[in-house]
Nanobody, 124 residues
Framework: QIQPVESGGGLVQAGDSLRLSCEAP????????MGWYRQASGKEREFVAA????????DYSDSVKGRFTISRDYARNTVYLQMNSLKPEDTAVYYC?????????????????WGQGTQVTVSS
């Protein structure tokens, strides 16, 4: 089992907060980056936030910068997405993404794994 497992979605009101969790099971020594994407109904999946596994550097989309915070817990192999000041436009299925990098003498390959998704609904 290497597919990430998300939890923490739900129904909240505008202005509320929610925290999503994503656990990375299995072998984790090849993980170099984990992130969150979301897909609203009728729209394409879009990037939300990501964090480098080793140095903790985080990136955010402009739409969530200043409201969402991504963090990781090394000991629990878990990434969190703290979402504050939620807006109705944040309503979507949120997917956790795991990227592994496997390097050999000859090649460097990257593998991506997706979770099943967790629904976040923000009412106005």
């Amino acid at each position: 089992q290497i597919q990430p497992v998300e939890s923490g979605g739900g129904l909240v009101q505008a202005g509320d907060s929610l925290r999503l969790s994503c656990e990375a099971p299995g072998r984790t020594y090849n993980i170099d980056r984990m992130g969150w994407y979301r897909q609203a109904s009728g729209k394409e999946r879009e990037f939300v936030a990501a964090i480098n596994w080793n140095d903790g550097r985080a990136d955010y989309s402009d739409s969530v910068k200043g409201r969402f915070t991504i963090s990781r817990d090394y000991a629990r192999n878990t990434v969190y997405l703290q979402m504050n000041s939620l807006k109705p436009e944040d309503t979507a299925v949120y997917y956790c993404n795991r990227r592994d990098t496997v390097a050999t003498i000859e090649t460097v390959k990257q593998f991506e794994y997706w979770g099943q998704g967790t629904q976040v609904t923000v009412s106005s």
